[in-house]
């Protein structure tokens, strides 16, 4: 074995030992229901949050744009790589999120990297709730400005920070958090915002069911969102004020240096768009909402936290559910904090009621927490 692979090796050994080792097991199925390992399970695990991955009209309009347009964009958008599908879903993502424009990314990963390394040059503070995802402390990390990091929805800490920092600020924050459903007070976070002349990016990434931010004057607002959970497709988004995604267009590296969303992927997520913003869209929310109150009652999210504390205990219950057959993954660190390793229950319109009744029958059976 050459010394890499010895050090790769001690590496995913030095991983095994302390339960963080991972690997990707494929659950194949086209909703909920789907084989892992050979057992047909019911996953609690994914973000399709109302079930548009599956949709009819979504998977029509996929396969349309490939018969039209092929299965590539080809080149990076600045290049050839625009069609008229892109222009047509940045046009919806703009007008769904009240802005006047909105950029396509290849990512919601990216789209947070591409803004925040954009807006974040040397003259500016960010300013970042501590629980933020992974994309947005990788912008953070790789922008020119300053970080500063503040409690977790803890506005009166975020407000001490402010007032001590002189010069351009941004606030980023999710809107839905990804690992623990809770929600940021959107309505106090613009005021505060605007007090401070704070630009504010809202990652609106798990915003299934809102909160949303109502247009506010006096406040410069970039919403990002993920094309790949709620719309069921692969891509991110950023939407705002012309100028600002004018800049993100001639700046924005994970936007300009990289090939363009591809056809299928585009008319998807356009479909879904379409689909959230009619009657049907509601219908789907309020058959949300009620699964979501039948485990949490009153519950602000799609995403249920069961937190257990040790990595061992999160990954005992999640294989004591597959014995029953339902798939809710144990989440562990670096994804959540040390100590807070949970089972992250995630619903979607496309289950069943019986499906939700046998995850909560499971969930009152599991003997490695209901034991004593
Ligand atoms: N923001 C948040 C809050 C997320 O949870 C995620 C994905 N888990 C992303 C951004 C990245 O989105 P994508 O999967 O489209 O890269």
Same mark, same amino acid.
């Given at each position: 074995?050459?010394?890499?692979?010895?050090?790769?090796e001690?590496?995913?050994?030095g991983?095994?030992?302390?339960?963080?080792?991972? !690997?990707?097991?494929?659950f194949? *199925?086209?909703?909920?229901?789907?084989?892992?390992?050979?057992?047909?399970?019911v996953?609690?695990?994914s973000?399709?949050?109302?079930?548009?991955?599956?949709?009819?009209?979504? @998977?029509?309009?996929?396969?349309? $744009?490939?018969?039209?347009?092929g299965?590539?964009?080809?080149?990076?958008?600045? %290049?050839?790589?625009?069609?008229? +599908?892109?222009?047509?879903?940045?046009?919806?993502?703009?007008?769904?999120?009240?802005?006047?424009?909105?950029?396509?990314?290849?990512?919601?990963?990216?789209?947070?990297?591409?803004? /925040?390394?954009?807006?974040?040059?040397?003259?500016?503070?960010?300013? &970042?709730?501590? #629980?933020?995802?992974?994309?947005?402390?990788?912008?953070?990390?790789l922008? @020119?400005?300053?970080? /500063?990091?503040?409690r977790?929805?803890?506005?009166?800490?975020?407000? %001490?920070?402010?007032?001590?920092?002189?010069?351009?600020?941004?606030?980023?924050? !999710?809107?839905v958090?990804?690992?623990? *459903?809770d929600t940021?007070?959107?309505? =106090?976070?613009?005021?505060?915002?605007?007090e401070?002349?704070?630009?504010l990016?809202l990652?609106?990434?798990h915003?299934?069911l809102?909160p949303?931010?109502?247009?506010t004057?006096?406040l410069?607002?970039?919403?990002?969102?993920? #094309?790949?959970?709620? #719309?069921?497709? /692969?891509?991110?988004?950023?939407?705002?004020?012309?100028?600002?995604?004018?800049?993100?267009?001639?700046r924005?590296?994970?936007?300009?240096?990289t090939?363009?969303l591809?056809?299928?992927?585009?008319?998807?997520a356009?479909?879904?768009?379409?689909?959230?913003?009619?009657? !049907?869209?509601?219908?789907?929310?309020a058959r949300?909402?009620?699964l979501?109150?039948m485990?949490?009652?009153?519950?602000p &999210?799609?995403?249920?936290?069961?937190?257990?504390?040790?990595?061992?205990?999160? #990954?005992?219950?999640?294989?004591?559910?597959?014995? =029953?057959? %339902?798939?809710?993954?144990?989440?562990r660190?670096?994804?959540?904090?040390?100590?807070?390793?949970?089972?992250?229950?995630?619903?979607?319109a496309?289950?069943?009621?019986a499906?939700?009744?046998? /995850?909560? $029958?499971? +969930?009152?059976?599991?003997?490695?927490?209901?034991?004593?």
């Amino acid at each position: 074995m050459s010394a890499w692979n010895t050090w790769a090796e001690r590496e995913l050994a030095g991983l095994r030992a302390i339960n963080r080792y991972r !690997e990707t097991v494929p659950f194949d *199925g086209d909703g909920p229901e789907g084989k892992l390992r050979d057992r047909r399970l019911v996953s609690f695990a994914s973000n399709d949050y109302l079930g548009l991955a599956s949709h009819p009209q979504v @998977k029509l309009a996929a396969i349309a $744009a490939i018969e039209r347009f092929g299965t590539g964009a080809m080149a990076s958008r600045l %290049i050839v790589g625009t069609r008229s +599908l892109h222009v047509e879903l940045e046009s919806l993502l703009a007008e769904w999120n009240h802005s006047e424009r909105s950029l396509v990314f290849s990512s919601g990963y990216a789209a947070n990297l591409g803004v /925040l390394t954009t807006l974040g040059e040397t003259d500016v503070t960010l300013f &970042s709730d501590e #629980l933020n995802h992974a994309s947005i402390i990788d912008g953070c990390r790789l922008a @020119k400005a300053r970080t /500063l990091i503040y409690r977790h929805l803890d506005l009166q800490h975020l407000q %001490i920070l402010l007032r001590q920092t002189p010069g351009r600020k941004i606030v980023v924050t !999710e809107s839905v958090f990804s690992m623990d *459903g809770d929600t940021a007070p959107l309505p =106090a976070l613009a005021q505060l915002c605007s007090e401070h002349g704070a630009l504010l990016i809202l990652d609106n990434a798990h915003a299934a069911l809102g909160p949303k931010l109502a247009p506010t004057r006096d406040l410069e607002v970039l919403h990002v969102g993920t #094309l790949s959970k709620t #719309l069921g497709s /692969l891509g991110g988004f950023v939407a705002g004020s012309s100028r600002l995604i004018e800049l993100l267009v001639n700046r924005a590296r994970t936007f300009i240096f990289t090939t363009g969303l591809s056809p299928a992927d585009t008319a998807a997520a356009a479909a879904a768009v379409r689909i959230c913003r009619s009657e !049907e869209g509601d219908h789907l929310r309020a058959r949300l909402r009620a699964l979501i109150d039948m485990i949490r009652p009153g519950h602000p &999210s799609a995403i249920v936290p069961i937190v257990l504390g040790e990595d061992a205990a999160a #990954l005992a219950a999640a294989a004591e559910l597959r014995e =029953a057959g %339902i798939h809710v993954p144990a989440i562990r660190p670096p994804t959540v904090p040390k100590g807070t390793a949970r089972l992250r229950v995630a619903l979607s319109a496309s289950h069943t009621e019986a499906m939700v009744r046998s /995850l909560q $029958a499971a +969930l009152a059976n599991l003997t490695c927490i209901n034991s004593n």
